[in-house]
């Protein structure tokens, strides 16, 4: 068995198996009922509470970001490939029903995602830095108490891997890709490089290293610089992604409703749709609906909460609404413009999908030349794709030194930056597939203590909600 087999079952069997699927839903499920659909009665006055504040002048003391760079840069970290690439994979393998899990996924989890916010807030710390740090790890530390320490251990060492994963290695992969395909279609090609049974193109290792370099500059800038970037990079790339897949899909407005019906029917009956060959049964198209949902909105995962801890809000609810609207907006609007563009350019017969095989952001690309031209195209998606996945990278950044200084000494945080930018080089040259598997595998791990954490410290969540909106 090869490491990229052991990889695909870890991902798939273990980490992404039965159990946790039902536990992710199950949780958010369990969280809507007990706050009365907090998401849903209100969305309104989360959206209003935080993108309608966007102008607003908030300042924000030494150690601690303003409200809305704590939510950009968790956002950051969320719209990132997982919003293309990711997508685009779990459409592929599983068919267009995994939109539809994507969908469930994030309706429930954008209350889980608030749970994890108003917790991390409500038992936050600061560190020798004086800085304010917080997550599952404190609120599992300061909620449940010493003798569960080792639950927020676990989960750190968990995200500290992640952050290799989903944080690095499919993010700089996924720029690398696009940055290749870009020139290709400008007709710049380059000879490629194998080194240790890999084979990749120097386009690839120039694309690693020039990253590595802008990451280690970032890193080094601590939570100030990462809190100024995401605040400017966030908005500008969800703007022009979405406009461009608003254009693409009026475009082909006669396409839209053969593609929700695919997606509704692909569901639950996923051969009636790509066929029996591509062998997706319900369970894979949940499966990779719900991990690549997750994967791209982190509801659940815990990562989240480790940014919006910084905030210099004070109240934990008033930023957990901000935790909802960023669930909303990565997978109810970003998400589903891929899905659209996906689904759509291939019923016109502008790409063809090859269900039950993997795919990358190229597609995406390919798709909406069919209105902007190849070119245009190209260029649009790999612009979204890097600045997508740079603010990801950076994001992670924070979130591996976060759960490296929970178990280690904050003297030593270097050896982890260090490593961190040497990883942005080997995510340039991994196979998209391995690089996919091993992120996806680490979410999975990494969620498990932080929902046993929230249902044990869930009390708290709706003591606070209730005392918040009773005062409203």
Not at 67 to 90: D, H, K, Y
Not at 281 to 302: D, H, P, Y
Not at 432 to 455: Q, R
Request: glycine residues 12%.
């Amino acid at each position: 068995m090869s490491f990229g087999d052991i990889v695909k079952f870890l991902d798939e069997q273990v980490a992404w198996g039965p159990v946790i699927l039902v536990l992710l839903v199950g949780v958010g499920l369990y969280f809507s009922i007990r706050t009365r659909f907090v998401q849903f009665r209100k969305l309104g006055y989360a959206l209003k509470n935080t993108v309608g504040k966007v102008f607003k002048k908030t300042r924000a003391e030494k150690g601690e970001l303003t409200p809305w760079q704590s939510m950009t840069t968790a956002l950051a970290a969320t719209v990132g490939t997982g919003s293309i690439v990711g997508v685009t994979g779990a459409v592929a393998i599983g068919g267009p029903g995994a939109i539809f899990w994507m969908w469930v996924s994030a309706l429930v989890g954008m209350v889980t995602k608030y749970a994890e916010v108003v917790l991390a807030v409500h038992y936050r710390e600061r560190n020798e830095k004086g800085e304010r740090v917080g997550g599952p790890m404190y609120y599992i530390k300061n909620g449940l108490g010493p003798k569960w320490k080792w639950l927020a251990v676990i989960f750190c060492l968990f995200g500290i891997l992640a952050s290799f994963g989903i944080g690095n290695a499919t993010q700089v992969n996924s720029i690398a890709s696009s940055v290749e395909g870009s020139l290709s279609a400008f007709g710049v090609t380059s000879d490629n490089i194998t080194f240790l049974g890999s084979t990749f193109s120097v386009i690839r290792l120039i694309t690693g290293i020039v990253l590595a370099v802008i990451i280690a500059l970032v890193v080094i800038g601590g939570l100030k610089a990462i809190g100024k970037i995401t605040e400017m990079m966030v908005p500008f790339m969800s703007i022009v992604y979405i406009l461009a897949g608003v254009v693409f899909v009026v475009f082909n407005y006669s396409q839209v409703g053969k593609a929700f019906g695919m997606i509704f029917e692909g569901a639950f009956n996923p051969s009636s749709v790509i066929g029996g060959a591509a062998g997706a049964t319900i369970l894979t198209v949940m499966q990779k609906g719900i991990s690549r949902g997750c994967f791209s909105n982190e509801a659940g995962l815990g990562s989240a909460p480790i940014a919006h801890a910084s905030t210099s809000e004070t109240n934990p609810v008033k930023q957990g609404m901000y935790g909802i609207f960023e669930v909303f907006i990565t997978s109810m609007i970003i998400c589903t413009i891929t899905g659209l563009v996906l689904l759509c350019g291939h019923n016109a017969g502008n790409i063809t999908i090859g269900w039950g095989s993997g795919a990358d952001g190229v597609l995406v690309a390919e798709s909406m030349g069919s209105v902007f031209g190849e070119r245009l195209s190209m260029l649009v998606v790999s612009i979204c794709l890097i600045l997508f996945s740079l603010s990801t990278i950076i994001s992670w950044s924070l979130y591996g030194t976060r759960c490296f200084e929970f178990i280690a000494n904050s003297k030593v945080i270097f050896i982890y930056k260090i490593i961190f930018v040497l990883f942005v080089v080997v995510g340039a040259t991994l196979r998209l597939d391995v690089a996919w598997s091993m992120a996806s595998a680490f979410n999975g791990f990494m969620a498990i203590p932080n929902l046993v954490a929230i249902l044990l410290l869930s009390p708290v969540v709706f003591r606070l909600t209730k005392e918040y909106f009773d005062r409203k």
